[in-house]
C-alpha cells in the first residue's frame, strides 16, 4: 500500500545561523524568471524612450493657396481625396498620395465659409460670402471654364453648410437652419431660435436626422429635422466655434469653445458636459473625431493642434511648427492614421495620428515587437518614471509661459474661493464642481 505524504525538509528553508540571508524558493523553470518584473520594467522604460525618440510627425505640407485655408472636407469613398476652401474664393482638391494640387476652381467671391461632399462623393457643395450655394461635380470637365452644376443665391450669408449621411438633403446656416433638397432652389424647412448668427451645422453620423448647430448667442442647438421647431439649446458662459459628432456614439458630441476649453456633451443630459478638455491656451477653432470615436483632434488659435482621448480631460499629443500659424480647421483621416490641418499661413499640413508609427511595411517580428512593446507600456504607463518621459513635450515660449500664467490665475481662483467658503456661513458658498461652472442654462 502507497501512502503520499507531504515531505518538507526544513534545510530548504530555514537558516542555520540568525546571519545567514533568507532562503526563497526558486523554481527553475526558465519561462518563470524571478527578475521577470523588473526586466519587462526596463524593457517597457526602453520602448517608451524610443517612442518620444522616434517621434517624427510632421509628414508633408501642401502648398498653394494664396489666402488662408478656411474650412476643409474629407471624400467620403477616397482616401487619398482632399477639398480645401481658402479665404479668397478659391477651392482646391488634392491628391494626398502625390501631395499635389488636382484641380482649382475659383468658387466664390470673398470668403469661402463652408465645404461639404455629397455621401456618394461624386459632387460637392460650397458656400461663400457671396450669398451663395454652389453644386459642384467631383469630376473636372475635359476643357473651358469650370461652372457649377447648380446655384441657389440666397438673402443673407451663409456661414457653414453640411450634407445628410444618406439622403439627397443638406443643411446650410447663416440667420437660420435651412434643410435644402438638392432638386430645389428653396428650403424645405427652416429653424430659428434667437436672433444671432449660426456659424456651425452639422448631421449626426448615426441618428442621421439629427442636427447640431453653434450660434454666435453662445447657444448650441440640436434639431430634429423631421420636426418644425427645434428640440433644446444649451446656452455656454462664452461662445462655441464648432461642434462635431462622435461616429460611434450616437448621443455624444464635442463643442471647440472661445473660453480654451472643449466640451463633450450627452444630447440626453445637457446640463453637465461629459468631459471638460483643457490643455489650449487660446480660443479653439476646429474639432474632428477620428473614426474609431475614442479620440478627437481640436485646432487652436494658439498655433497648435491637440489630440485628446475622449474620456480625458488632459491632450495626449500637442503638435506644433515655427512656420504653422492660427489653425483654423483640422480633420482626423477615414483610414485613422493621418491628421490635417489648414492655417492662417496658407498651408495645409499632413501629420501622423500616431507619432512615432513607422509607415511603410511592416516584417511580422517587427509587428510582433512592436504589440509586446506596446502592451509593455500599458502595463507600467503609471509607474513614475515612465509617465513622466510619456507626458513630456517641448512647447514653443509663447504657449508654456501662458499655459503657466493661465495655471497661477486658476490656482489663485481656487483658493479665492476656499477663503471664501472657510470665511461665510456654513452652505453659503456651494461647492461648484468644474463641469458645471461654463453652463448656464438649458432650455427645451
Known sequence: MKVKVLCRNPDDYVRETKKDIQRVPRNYDPTLHPFDVPREYTRALNATKLGRIFAKPFLASLDGHRDGVNCMAKHPKSLATLLSGACDGEV???????????????????????????????SFFTVGDDKTVKHWNMESPGCGEEEPLHT?????????????????????????????????????????WGVDSICS???????????????????????????????????????????????MEAFMFTVANEDY????????????????????????????????????????????????????????????????????????SSDNRYILCGSDEMNIRIWKANASEKLGVLVPREKAALNYSQKLKEKFQHH???????RHRHLPRAIYS???????????????????????????????????????????
Open 201 to 247: 451645422v452639422k448631421f449626426n453620423p448615426i441618428e442621421t436626422y439629427l442636427l447640431g448647430s453653434c450660434s454666435s448667442d453662445r447657444n448650441i442647438v440640436l434639431y430634429d429635422m423631421r420636426q418644425a421647431t427645434p428640440l433644446k439649446k444649451v446656452i455656454l458662459e462664452m461662445r462655441s466655434n464648432t461642434l462635431c459628432w462622435n461616429p
Open 384 to 390: 513614475p518614471q515612465i509617465k513622466r518621459i510619456a
Open 92 to 122: 482646391k482638391i488634392w491628391n494626398l498620395t502625390k501631395r499635389e494640387c488636382m484641380r482649382t476652381i475659383q468658387a466664390h467671391e470673398g470668403f469661402v465659409r463652408g465645404l461639404c461632399i455629397r455621401f456618394c462623393g461624386t
Open 261 to 332: 476649453n472643449l466640451y463633450t456633451f450627452d444630447m440626453r443630459f445637457l446640463d453637465t458636459p461629459v468631459m471638460v478638455h483643457m490643455d489650449h491656451v487660446s480660443a479653439v477653432l476646429d474639432v474632428d473625431y477620428s473614426p474609431t470615436g475614442k479620440e478627437f483632434v481640436s485646432a487652436s488659435f494658439d498655433k497648435s493642434i491637440r489630440i485628446f482621448p475622449a474620456d480625458k480631460g488632459h491632450s495626449r499629443e500637442v503638435y506644433h511648427t515655427k512656420r504653422m500659424q492660427h489653425v483654423i480647421s483640422v480633420k482626423w
Open 402 to 444: 501662458q499655459a503657466k500664467e493661465l495655471r497661477i490665475m486658476r490656482e489663485a481662483r481656487r483658493r479665492k474661493e476656499m477663503n471664501r467658503r472657510k470665511h461665510s456661513k456654513p452652505g453659503s458658498v456651494p461647492l461648484v464642481p468644474e463641469k458645471k461652472k461654463h453652463i448656464v442654462a438649458v432650455v427645451k
Open 152 to 192: 441657389i443665391l440666397g438673402k443673407t450669408v451663409y456661414t457653414g453648410i453640411d450634407h445628410h449621411w444618406k439622403d439627397a438633403v443638406f443643411a446650410t446656416c447663416g440667420q437660420q437652419v435651412d434643410i435644402w433638397n438638392e432638386q430645389r432652389s428653396s428650403p424645405m424647412r427652416s429653424f430659428t
